[in-house]
């Protein structure tokens, strides 16, 4: 585990036995004589971790200690006092202290007790995060293979290939696991690939956090992900984590990453190569241990042709990659998860058994499901909500009426265009003028995404 520590200690030789110890062990120290120089040392060092001497020249340990936790309350201080000063210890742990060591200090110990606070804060602060809405609060009961529910042969050799892929980081024997790239349309289970990636593999022990990169103002992604130092910015009043540090030992995953502006991207990139990071406002670079697994309903490789995405970073994401199939590719699999959705969503809602007609299953296997098989859960959890009998019949379905034409079909054309992506500008402005501008009724028609068709608006520059 990578961190900094500031020792305030007096006595020379231990300082250095100790800044030399921890160095040896790959933490970065840096050392003060007086408790004055530790707290001036405090805001420019930006430690995640204290050793404090009680006896030191000019203001005592206990003091400096209270002045470190007002300027820095997350700050993890471990106080070293000599014999004897079994009542100091106690009032170090009153005032806020994460422990204390009795002199001579055993350097393996010293090490154990800052190792163990760091751990600690990072958790803390990651449970905070996440409560806050900052990552993933909760996971469902299934997290690995079992998740991906799916019978037709599309969703086989996707399991066969996810399968290969924990197989091989489990016998890898040197280097970092390479990162993945998940795509596919809205709603396809991004997620649950990503969770069964992980809770598969050897970093199932370690922390799986999320960020949707999309669900955040551009100026607080960065913040988010690689974490900020008090003063880093206006808000910034105490020092705060990222995701990428709260990630250490497990998988980051960033969905809609093709969300992310060039600059963060940027140090992506740099987090991939070289697993390294720096906090807005420190001026140090720390080293850290994650998977990073990306997600996408974007044509990225269209983006890196426009400049809207760096072309390093696609071909590192894309490394492997893995493409989900939308639901109306998934021969069968409709029926057999629609089944297991109002199974679940049955028994949630306490409504004993519940089950489709004949008819309202017709209509689920005939319906193009544009937005896959979250349509599919939202949809069979309405039909619960509402069910006053035992049996949920055809017209119970909320299903939109499609339009006469066929869905993906919104007019014939009447004369032959002169390439494809003529062909593609046409369909794309008929089915747009069929449904009033409207994007999201028009995606639908056309049996793509919301945000595929905005981008194709923008790339062949269409307008009412």
Not at 46 to 58: I, W
Not at 62 to 84: F, K, N, Y
Not at 224 to 246: C, K, N, P, Q, S
Not at 359 to 365: K, M, V
């Amino acid at each position: 585990m990578s961190y900094s520590v500031l020792i305030v200690e007096d006595e020379p030789v231990l300082a250095r036995n100790m800044l030399l110890y921890l160095e040896r062990h790959g933490i970065a120290c840096q050392t003060a004589s007086s408790g004055e120089e530790g707290l001036a040392l405090l805001d420019e060092a930006r430690p995640d971790a204290v050793v404090l001497d009680h006896n030191l020249p000019g203001q005592d340990g206990l003091s400096v200690l209270r002045r470190m936790r007002e300027r820095e309350p997350q700050l993890p201080v471990v106080m070293a006092t000599g014999h004897g000063s079994e009542q100091v210890a106690v009032e170090a742990m009153k005032a806020g202290a994460f422990d204390y060591l009795i002199k001579p200090v055993s350097l393996h110990q010293l090490k154990q007790v800052l190792d163990r606070a760091v751990q600690q804060q990072r958790q803390a602060l990651e449970l905070q995060h996440l409560r806050t809405g900052g990552g993933t609060a909760g996971a469902p009961a299934t997290q690995g293979l079992a998740a991906l529910l799916g019978e037709s042969p599309a969703m086989r050799q996707l399991r066969t290939r996810l399968r290969q892929l924990v197989e091989a980081e489990q016998r890898l024997s040197e280097g970092r696991s390479p990162a993945v790239l998940i795509g596919g349309e809205t709603g396809t289970g991004k997620e649950l690939v990503a969770r069964a990636l992980h809770f598969e593999g050897p970093r199932r022990n370690g922390p799986f956090v999320e960020i949707n990169c999309a669900s955040l103002p551009a100026a607080l992604v960065e913040s988010e992900l690689f974490g900020h130092e008090r003063g880093a910015f206006t808000d910034a009043r105490e020092r705060r984590i990222g995701l990428v540090e709260a990630a250490h030992g497990g998988t980051l995953f960033l969905d809609e990453v093709g969300e992310l502006e060039l600059a963060t991207q940027a140090k992506l990139l740099k987090l991939l190569e070289d697993h390294q990071f720096r906090r807005l406002g420190s001026v140090r670079e720390q080293q850290v241990d994650v998977r990073v697994l990306a997600a996408t309903n974007r044509p990225l490789e269209a983006m890196v042709q426009a400049g809207q995405f760096r072309g390093d970073l696609f071909y590192r994401l894309g490394m492997l990659r893995i493409e989900l199939p939308p639901l109306r590719e998934r021969d069968g699999d409709v029926l057999l998860l629609a089944r297991s959705f109002l199974e679940r969503a049955a028994r949630r809602y306490g409504k004993g058994a519940l089950r489709f007609s004949d008819e309202a299953l017709e209509r689920l296997a005939q319906h193009r499901w544009p937005g896959n098989v979250r349509e599919l859960g939202n949809l069979v959890e309405q039909c619960v909500i509402l069910a006053s009998g035992a049996v949920i019949e055809a017209e119970e379905l909320p299903l939109p009426v499609m339009p006469a034409a066929g869905p993906g079909l919104p007019v014939v054309l009447e004369e032959q265009p002169a390439s494809l992506p003529e062909t593609e500008r046409r369909l794309l402005l008929s089915a747009l003028e069929r449904n009033r501008w409207n994007v999201t009724q028009a995606a639908r028609a056309l049996g793509i995404s919301r945000d595929t068709l905005r981008y194709r608006i923008d790339k062949f520059g269409l307008r009412p």
